[in-house]
């Protein structure tokens, strides 16, 4: 056994930042490089935060997948984007009301079909 099969931090009872929707949020997504850091900048209105499974099939954990929080918001344009918080994201309230903790809902798309606009 690995630690990643036991890590708190990838098990499904992990508690997150919840976020309303509704609020207006700047989202700040970094991706570390060798020499350097990848940054983007999201804006848009929360329309629904989630707990999804991801396709991993080597993360071995909850019914042996890895489980991603995600924040559908949408942009000011219309378009909808679903962001991965990880680590490297930072999450900043423009307006709205202010984010408690909490446990993400937990969404499987095979079984509700309504559940997630991936």
Known sequence: ???GQLSTGLHVSQTTVLYAPGTVVRV???I???DDVYSIVVSGTVVRQERQESG???A???DG???LDRLIIEKADGEKSVLNLDEFTSVEVVSGPRPGAGDAPLVRPNADRDSSLT
């Open 65 to 67: 997948r890895l489980w």
């Open 28 to 30: 700040t997504q970094q």
């Open 32 to 34: 570390p490089q060798r």
């Open 60 to 62: 071995r954990n909850q």
């Open 1 to 3: 056994m690995n630690e």
């Open 56 to 58: 991993s099939w080597f």
